[in-house]
């Protein structure tokens, strides 16, 4: 049986484009001792993806040319030399874009416990994008009811899943995003209180100003550069920002300038926090449960873009920076559909 | 009987100098009910009151012109219109640049319960600068044994304290601090393992790196600036930053550009904190007590210049900003050799 896979080819100096990657198909390898073989259903597209590839520092280990593409993948395990995990069993993991990963427990990110959600979920709002809320809300920025909860990207994976979490917790929530379709979606689906479009809004700074008149308490940010300075000037005495991404950098090679903050984080007692949900994995269970339960109640809402073929996947990031797609991309491969 | 005070004449663009002040004299007017009496004994002289005399936001109310000027001074109780307080006691608060304070109990910080030591270090050491150290340190940045901790402003009155309660909880402590004369203070009476000049240091960031060789834990910033922008880029993963001043910094109105930290926060983990040693007023009796157990245990050691007489106090506060003085500046009324 071959295995299709998606290999890097060349470095990407910025956002990483189908030139930088090539498909090949191999033979299915044996397992060694303690290995499980995952049958992938759903593979994820990621904005951490352009980190690991850059060249610079970044989490995670460097990705070298020739190595099968680094993703989290969502599948089921068909095969297994390890005592503590059986045929049929579903997992998340870092399993890579190709369709059948022979990987160490390790790479096992979360043990897929409840089946009553379509296996897609997984890599989205009941996996990364959701624990990533999840942990950056509640653990980073610790929102109490009536506070002021700004996030930027709003409408993202990532984002809309803080808004309804902050909501839920009672919090006032502004989203930031980018047009107004994303803007839309921010109010209808995901029940922000207010939105800005930050490509349309000619003063950024005074329409946060307006959005947020007793001040932003909590600022969950995925952007970095000038939202952020816009909303920082906003911030209330006690502040918590959590830094999630920086999705409006294009480079940090060399750090880009901007203004200091310093004496508005202590004129303001803020606090800002750089996280990273895999820091979080051994509470993923947690959240992953308390998730679910509000999607059940119809509290929790999500968006997935799905394209299918493993072919689409060199192409998808850049997707991630246009701001072209809505909500939490995946790429299908076949078994999905067996 | 007369009270001799310091008055706000204008209000300075930039540091605060002698020109800026007048002295004037007026009779000591009647306690209203709930009101204490303090002779002051000695008068503070701190890096804040820059910030107070700013036209633009600081934290605590701001000074106008007029206004006799805001200062954190120690001294007796010699009349009282309050159950609480009898006369004799002795306290320490924000009585201003004044001989006699006519004040509300919200003006008192500290009570001092402790009898053994000098009144002055209730202004210093056992005072906002100790309880600075303590709780910023502490609190904000959570060391553990064997943390590296670099320390800015290393031999001023806050810095100093900091870096002898690192090294009495265990860590490796480096401080940065300009000219050889406080660098040799650093090593020689407060026990720093090491030193960096920043004022002759060619490249301070390689000097930050070759003292760290392990990365830096936790960062105690008494300056913003050059100086931290070459810490922050040493910092280990999960970092805590402390800013506690921004010395070196001597406008924020435009706030000045500076490269953007926001990526090296994410990828490292790490948490920036402004902290303001007046919101822990309710537990400065812990911290003095245990700062007070460690100067009679001889591990933390203080340095006090004191400068005589009232008059001397409108030119003191640009000495903190040339780098002058060596330990807490004070200033000594003709009450403390009564």
Known sequence: MMNHRVIVKARPQGIPLSEHFELDSTPLPALTE???????HYLSVDPAMRGWLADTQSYGARIEIGDVMRAFAVGEVIESRNDAFAPGERVMGLFGWQEYSAVDPSAVLLRISEPDFPMSLSLGVLGLNGVTAYFGLMDVC???AGDTVVVS???GAVGSCVGQIARILGCRVIGIAGGAEKCKLCIDEFGYDDVVDYKHEPDLEAAIARACPDGVDVYFDNTAGPIS?????HISVGARIAI??????????PWPSGPRYERHLLVKRATVRGFIALDYVDRYPEAVAQLGRWIKAGQLRYREEILDGIEQAPGAISRLYTGANQGKLLIRLPASRG
Do not use: E, L, M
């Open 229 to 233: 300075d816009a909303v920082i000037r």
């Open 142 to 144: 610790a929102p109490k």
């Open 34 to 40: 303690g290995q499980i073989r995952v049958r992938n």
């Open 153 to 155: 990207t709003a409408a």
């Open 244 to 253: 999630c991404g920086t999705a409006s950098i294009s480079s940090w090679d």
